[in-house]
């Protein structure tokens, strides 16, 4: 339990739930280049592309799901510390779950671009 009864702790710890939230966005979008870059390198008939997915394909995919990982946890990391305030820590009429939401939101598209990634790979 936080005896400090400032607003300033929630606050910081929302800015850090919004890094984690860039960080997540940040490594997703690197996951779809490096996916993507395969893609390329097959278009330009370069001769390591031939065997079948190759590695870009795999590390992008894997960069998306690490980015899911760190969206959930980092929200779920930040539910925890909010039950650890007080009430007079949290600004009134402030909503604090709004940040733990698009961070769970984030997680959802990132499942749902690997999914497609993977199902327009094999099917496509």
Known sequence: MSELNDP?????????????NRTSLSLMA???????????????GHPASDTGRGLSFWVGIAFILLACVISV???????????SLKPV???????S?????VNFLVAALGL???????VSAFVG
């Open 112 to 118: 749902i671009l690997a999914a497609y990634l993977t």
């Open 30 to 44: 690197f996951g779809f280049v490096i996916e993507r870059f395969g893609l390329f390198m097959k278009i330009y």
């Open 97 to 101: 779950d709004m940040g733990a939401l």
């Open 8 to 20: 300033r702790v929630f606050f910081a710890a929302e800015r850090t739930l919004l890094a984690w």
């Open 73 to 83: 946890a980092s929200a779920q990391q930040y539910r925890r510390f909010l039950k």
């Open 89 to 95: 820590e949290i600004p009134e009429a402030h909503r």
